[in-house]
């Protein structure tokens, strides 16, 4: 989520250039500070490298991050040198000199609109991590009907708040949340946007036990988006293209629900004794598709070793699979078939994977779980049916709620 938000913020505030009441810096401006910190932060995230020297490379980061914020603040910036050092204080991991400096932003009658809808989508996201949804809601709520972008930002608003409830475990104010996200993503009318939200709000849907209207949504935006292509005429834009697919795969994996589970079809083990799902009856099983060069895969490697020690004593098994790729730590298809076995065990060891890692037979085993997107994780009950397919949209907690139901449901039933 971290890489996220600062590939988002630098992204976004590196397209603005405002220069209104701007202390002149000699050498580098609280910008090119971000930046580098930035990018120190994206070194971080390297595939061929122990998460040991992540967290590290990641400290040394905060340290410089804590640095620069300090040499900002002594000169007391004003204007887009403030937004920057708001930003700063984020990558320092100072939370609430972060959330107090763009308050301020948001006070500041010289900025364009376009800074002060960045802070206030910090600070949404940030209250909303922080549990503070309260504080969050009232700003999501301020956002006037006039401003930047102000259909964009309320979906991504509401979606920030639907990941915190479900974090807290109330996942029918999630749903409220997701479904406003959805409003408004169709109001803004991005594309990617509005598939990508209808697809969070199917999961949660299906979570809830309301499977019957995860359908329904589906089909309505599968026929809403079979509309924009037939009206784009011969050559859809590529954008429609993607959300079809999108959506039809969600449709796909959405029947397989409640049906068993298909048998996996794979060529090698990591470091790892062979085993089958038959064989895994009587034990909740995590199935996740992924790719060792992919940094959302990466991104949740966390989350399943977390799950893998809290859950393991209570009956969860974690297998993970991927493909051949031909990635040897830095580069795809680079590598050949044994090159790359020999990095996935070097990376099963880098970030202490302590769960089974297999390779697909192909991509058999991908086509036969409908996997589109990675990171991808079915979860299948002690009987070997799929209780719920979770594709990676920033909310780890929603799978990890599904986690905790079906092993709990096993355990009522033993």
């Not at 098994?317 to 076995?341: F, Q, W």
């Not at 085993?365 to 799929?386: E, K, L, N």
Request: aromatic content about 8%; proline content about 5%.
């Amino acid at each position: 989520m971290r890489r996220k938000l600062i590939a988002l913020l630098c992204m976004s505030f590196g397209l603005i250039s405002y220069a209104a009441g701007r202390h002149v810096w000699a050498q580098q401006t609280p910008a090119d500070y971000a930046q580098e910190v930035g990018q120190l932060l994206a070194d971080a995230n390297r595939a061929d490298i122990s998460d040991t020297e992540a967290e590290a490379r990641r400290q040394r980061a905060r340290e410089l991050a804590a640095k620069y914020a300090a040499t900002v603040a002594a000169h007391h910036p004003s204007g887009e040198d403030r937004v920057w050092l708001g930003y700063l204080y984020h990558l320092a991991g100072n939370t609430e000199k972060a959330i107090e400096t763009f308050r301020q932003v948001l006070d500041d009658k010289s900025l364009i609109e376009e800074f002060k809808q960045q802070a206030r989508l910090y600070l949404i996201r940030t209250l909303s991590e922080a549990g503070r949804v309260g504080e969050a809601e009232s700003i999501l709520a301020e956002i006037p009907s006039t401003a930047f972008n102000a259909d964009e930002a309320r979906a991504q608003g509401h979606e920030y708040l639907a990941i915190a409830y479900t974090k807290r475990g109330e996942l029918d104010k999630a749903v409220e949340h997701e479904k406003q996200a959805l409003e408004a993503a169709q109001k803004s009318g991005l594309i990617p946007r509005i598939w990508l939200t209808g697809r969070s709000l199917a999961q949660l849907y299906v979570a809830v036990g309301r499977p019957e209207e995860a359908a329904k949504l589906l089909d309505e935006l599968k026929a809403y988006f079979d509309r924009q292509a037939r009206l784009a005429g011969p050559r859809p834009p590529k954008a429609i293209q993607t959300a079809i697919g999108q959506i039809e795969t969600a449709i796909a994996q959405l029947k397989m629900i409640g049906r068993p589970a298909p048998p996996l079809n794979v060529v090698k083990w990591i470091k790892e004794t062979p085993t089958t799902l038959d064989a895994l009856r009587g034990k909740v099983v995590a199935l996740e598709f992924f790719a060792a060069w992919c940094p959302d895969c990466r991104g949740l490697i966390p989350h399943l070793r977390d799950w893998y020690a809290r859950y393991t004593p209570k009956g969860l098994k974690i297998l993970a699979v991927t493909r051949y790729y031909g990635y040897n730590g830095r580069e795809v298809g680079k590598a050949s078939p044994a090159e790359e076995e020999a990095f996935l065990a070097r990376f099963k060891q880098l970030h202490s994977l302590p769960y089974g890692t297999a390779i697909d037979n192909g991509q058999q085993s991908m086509t036969t779980y409908h996997v589109r997107s990675i990171p991808h994780v079915v979860i299948i009950d002690r009987s070997g049916r799929v209780r719920f397919v979770f594709t990676w949209h920033t909310n780890p907690s929603l799978c990890e709620y599904m986690i905790k139901r079906v092993l709990a449901e096993s355990a009522e039933s033993k």
